[in-house]
């Protein structure tokens, strides 16, 4: 450690934090979604939140295709600006509508969720990730 108030960025150390960002938000929102892939698997009198009047159903086909696989996606580092994208719509809606009439408290997961999405979308995947790895372009890193 040179100077610990250094300001520079290591970029070995940002791509490491960048794939424990991704390892972390995708295997904890996996947790969330795999209740609501049974309950889509099981299709029995399928309960959910008919947003924007699409249906109980197409509403959970809709998060369970954000929270599962584009949870994936992010794991893997693949297409992980695009997956970002559902993931954050859906804390959005959880946020202010799922939740919106509860306590700050009971909704801060989903805005917690919403800003690790954020700050994945705007760095990317990082080095360590499938979207370096098929890059054509050399100067990325």
């Known amino acids: 450690m040179r100077n610990f108030n250094s300001t520079k960025v290591n970029d070995n150390v940002l791509n490491g934090l960048i794939l424990v960002i991704r390892l972390f938000v995708g295997i904890s929102m996996m947790t969330h979604a795999l209740p609501k892939f049974e309950k889509l698997i099981a299709n029995d009198n399928i309960e959910f939140i008919n947003f924007l009047g699409l249906g109980s159903a197409i509403s ?56 690790f999405y954020l700050t994945l979308l705007i760095l990317g995947s990082g080095k360590f990730s499938l979207d370096f790895l098929f890059s054509k372009k050399e100067d990325l890193y």
């Open 60 to 115: 959970l086909v809709l998060v369970v295709f954000a929270e599962l696989l584009c949870s994936v996606f992010i794991i893997f580092g693949f297409i992980t600006r695009l997956a970002t994208i559902p993931l954050m719509i859906t804390m959005l809606v959880a946020f202010f509508v799922v939740h919106g009439s509860d306590s700050y408290a009971t909704k801060e997961l989903s805005l917690v969720y919403f800003f």
